[in-house]
């Protein structure tokens, strides 16, 4: 990934000439944050448009080429493994590159790859294209982050950040209806094809709308703008290049390494009730297809509440601490989860809502822990400390995907939910040792 470097398109935009006019200066950072915004807003949850399709072709995927749920958590958990890996490299290289052209193409790079699953039919070349499409859905992320540092001051960060965390849930929660009701009428290969194709268009279009840093429009930094102010770690670090960035802010950094380790929980849980939620509804409590579906669309909508919830709830109650409400959110997923796994028999309503609440839950430590660890490194290693945890996060994603498979499998639901609330409890545990974090940075010697 460091060659990308060597390709125009993808280097830093140069800082354009400064600006002076103060009205102007308003009127260009009021209109270039709005387009940003949505842009990359509407760019993230089109990411989950091809990576999230794969889901719900798997019940029409049984059916039609007699895979086994073992087989078919081997592939999700190469997309999620080949996504962690990506997501780390991949977010050190957006720090250095224009996140314009990065996360463009990783959107246009994601759907060849599901049209080219649609056309496959043996496990080999699943896996294979499942894998390539793991790789480039790691680009849409770090730009993310990226924009989010550089385009919003941290005062304000955790609401906008919060309302960009539901992209993820927008774009989940069209899948049940787009992919669910295509996959059903003109079956699971037309169910990858339409997305990609969807994911291919969309990519041009984030090259038209995106833009690189404030400078690069001739605006000066958020922090100057919006009277943020540096701290004495923020002057230190301003200092540092982009290696010791890496080393000193992010990979020595303790709690990096503790939001990483609970990342790898969260998303476990998130991940697997995400996957085999759908699943279990439908084979273990007699839900009909189409219902268990959509109770995957009311986890969706839970989680976009839950991303809006702890982001205002941390800028506004807790004064800009996030810890408090990650640990207070995994709390509250130990108990609905094994609220879940009690869902009655046909229980329709009450399954819809028990998923709600997971989505409530745990899509906010979800959201906040990748924006707790931007903010413990420094906003010019914002994607590397994102990306960081993220690896973890997709190491946890791809451990539900085979291994959870295969205990559903092998030992029934009820040791797939035990191990799901053990998940939980250290989750909570993790997530309350970074109730109240420091700004640190370990500095190298003189």
């Known amino acids: 990934m460091a060659l990308l470097g060597r390709f125009k398109v993808f280097q830093n935009a140069p800082a354009a000439e400064r600006i002076t006019d103060k009205a102007k200066i308003d009127k260009d950072y009021s209109y270039w944050r709005m387009r940003t915004f949505y842009s990359m807003y509407f ?13 719900f072709a798997m019940p029409l995927m049984i059916d039609e080429l007699g895979f086994t749920k073992t087989d078919l958590g081997i592939l999700g958990s190469i997309l999620y493994f080949t996504y962690g890996i990506s997501k780390f490299f991949s977010g050190i290289v957006s ?17 060849i790859w599901n049209i080219c699953f649609g056309f496959s039919s043996s496990l080999f070349f699943f896996a294979v294209f499942w894998g390539l499409n793991g ?5 849409g992320w770090p730009p993310c982050a990226r924009f989010l540092t550089h385009w919003y001051a941290k005062k304000e960060r955790g609401r906008w950040w919060g309302i960009w965390s539901t992209s993820h849930n927008l774009g989940g929660a069209v899948i049940p209806v787009v992919v669910g009701l295509i996959a059903a009428s003109f079956g699971w290969r037309m169910a990858m094809y339409v997305p990609g194709a969807i994911c291919i268009l969309m990519g041009f279009w984030l090259m038209n709308r995106l833009r690189d840093t404030p400078s690069s429009l001739g605006l000066p930094p958020i922090e100057e703008y919006k009277g943020d102010g540096l701290t004495e770690q923020d002057k230190i670090t301003e200092k540092l290049s982009k290696r010791q960035l890496l080393l000193d802010v992010v990979l020595r950094n303790k709690y990096i390494w503790i939001l990483g380790c609970a990342y790898f929980f969260v998303y476990i849980i998130r991940t697997a009730v995400n996957d085999w939620g759908q ?18 669309f009311t986890f969706e909508v839970g989680g976009f509440l839950g991303c809006l919830l702890s982001g205002w709830l941390s800028d506004t109650v807790f004064g800009g601490k996030r810890g408090p409400v990650n640990a207070l959110f995994a709390l509250g997923v130990i108990l609905v989860t ?32 990748g924006m707790v660890a931007a903010e413990l490194s420094h906003k010019k290693a914002a994607g590397a400390a994102t990306g960081f945890v993220g690896w973890f996060a997709y190491a946890g994603a791809a451990a539900a995907g085979y291994p959870f498979g295969k205990l559903a499998e092998d030992y029934g639901w ?8 053990a ?24």
């Open 43 to 55: 760019g993230y949850a089109f990411f989950y448009l091809t990576r999230k399709s794969f889901t």
């Open 95 to 111: 720090d250095r590159s224009n996140p314009r052209y990065f996360m463009a193409l990783g959107l246009i790079a994601t759907g």
């Open 135 to 139: 790789w480039f859905q790691g680009w």
């Open 279 to 296: 699943l279990y509804l439908y084979q273990e409590k007699g839900l009909s297809y189409l219902s268990a579906g959509v109770c995957i």
């Open 338 to 369: 094994a609220m879940l796994w009690y869902t009655p028999l046909g229980g329709v309503y009450y399954a819809h809502s028990m998923m709600f609440f997971i989505g409530l839950l745990i899509f906010g430590p979800q959201m906040l822990i």
């Open 414 to 421: 009820n040791t797939f939910f035990i191990s799901l609330l």
């Open 423 to 446: 998940c939980a409890m250290v989750a909570f545990l993790l997530l309350s040792l970074v109730w109240a974090p420091q700004k640190e940075t370990s500095l190298p010697a003189k």
